[in-house]
């Protein structure tokens, strides 16, 4: 699906855009597409000169799903020391935030289309668990513990 857009932006930015194809949810629920993302991503590091890279410019990228994907990535291996640091992440649109789907953003947001609130949530469901049954309390912030909103409310809230 982003393939034409690969090709683009290897050809305006004279890079080298490797395009992993993960497993999707519902039928691959999290952590399968995680996993195909950072072990492509490893695989990559650890033969950069088979590719003719410079280990000092390598980015990930990624759009929606993609984007939490790169971020997490991104994450995981910020602290490995035995595979080149990547220089930079790209997140368009990420999906990083599950906690509080009443926030601003996206009560301003809600009719937007292409990817309203509520189907934000029933992707992300797919994502994790690979059903929706507990869609509505989600939406209604039911799903996080009492203490867990004090503990993060510093980061993910209105103000």
Same mark, same amino acid.
């Given at each position: 699906?982003?393939?034409r857009?690969c090709?683009?932006?290897?050809?305006?930015?004279?890079?080298l855009?490797? @395009?992993v194809?993960? +497993?999707? /949810?519902?039928?691959?629920?999290?952590?399968?597409?995680?996993? !195909?993302?950072?072990?492509a991503?490893?695989? *990559?590091l650890?033969?950069l000169?088979?590719?003719g890279? !410079?280990? /000092?410019?390598?980015?990930?990228?990624? !759009?929606?799903?993609?984007?939490?994907?790169?971020? /997490?990535?991104?994450?995981? &291996?910020? #602290? +490995?020391?035995?595979?080149? +640091?990547?220089?930079?992440?790209?997140?368009?649109?990420? #999906?990083?935030? /599950? &906690?509080d *789907?009443?926030?601003p953003?996206?009560?301003?947001?809600?009719?937007?289309?292409?990817?309203f609130? %509520? +189907?934000?949530v *029933?992707? @992300?469901?797919?994502?994790?668990q690979?059903?929706?049954?507990n869609?509505? %309390?989600?939406? %209604? #912030?039911?799903?996080?513990?009492?203490?867990? $909103?004090?503990?993060?409310?510093? $980061?993910?809230?209105?103000?």
């Open positions: 699906s982003h393939e857009m090709q683009y932006i290897a050809k305006e930015s004279g890079s855009v490797v @395009s194809g993960y +497993r999707l /949810a519902p039928e691959h629920k999290y952590p399968a597409a995680y996993e !195909d993302c950072l072990n991503t490893q695989h *990559f650890q033969h000169e088979h590719y890279v !410079d280990p /000092a410019r390598v980015t990930v990228c990624g !759009d929606s799903a993609g984007g939490n994907l790169a971020a /997490a990535v991104s994450q995981t &291996l910020a #602290g +490995r020391s035995d595979l080149p +640091r990547l220089r930079a992440q790209i997140l368009i649109y990420p #999906g990083l935030q /599950a &906690l *789907f009443n926030l953003s996206y009560q301003q947001n809600r009719g937007v289309p292409l990817l609130r %509520e +189907r934000a *029933f992707y @992300s469901l797919q994502y994790v690979g059903n929706t049954s869609l509505e %309390e989600i939406l %209604e #912030g039911s799903h996080i513990p009492p203490d867990m $909103w004090l503990k993060y409310r510093k $980061w993910v809230s209105p103000d």
